[in-house]
């Protein structure tokens, strides 16, 4: 119903940046909110942040005032800008969308297949 499709992870040093992106396709009509997730080695998957198409912010503590999750309404993409990055940000992050069909259904939920960031000096 709702394809998402990341880019821009890779390789980057420790105290850089990296600026993800994340184009949606399919019934976007259907996505309240957009924002990202990441999974480390041998990790459950965390919350990184998200945003509403409102433009209302939510981002794990750990991650806050360092990522930063942006939407762009028009052409249904949603960005992860990474500054200041640490080893432990080593992970797969992953697109996601919350897809509400009707006000008073249950959300339900959108992925992307990851993408791969390192960070490593």
């Known amino acids: 119903q709702v394809q998402l499709v990341e880019s821009g992870g890779g390789l980057v040093q420790p105290g850089g940046s990296l600026r993800l992106s994340c184009v949606a396709s399919g019934r976007t009509r259907a996505i309240h909110a957009m924002g990202w997730f990441r999974q480390g080695p041998a990790k459950e998957r965390e919350l990184v942040g998200s945003i509403t198409r409102s433009g209302t ?4 503590d750990s991650m806050q005032g360092r990522f930063t ?14 500054n200041n990055v640490k ?13 509400r069909f009707a006000i008073e259904s249950p959300p339900s939920d959108s992925w992307g297949q990851g993408t791969q960031v390192t960070v490593s000096a």
Not at 57 to 60: C, D, H, K, M, P
Not at 89 to 99: G, I, K, P, R, S
């Open 87 to 99: 080893p432990e940000d080593t992970a797969v992050y992953y697109c996601h969308a919350e897809l």
């Open 57 to 60: 912010t939510n981002y794990a």
């Open 69 to 82: 999750v942006s939407i762009d309404n028009a052409k249904n993409m949603v960005y992860l800008q990474m």
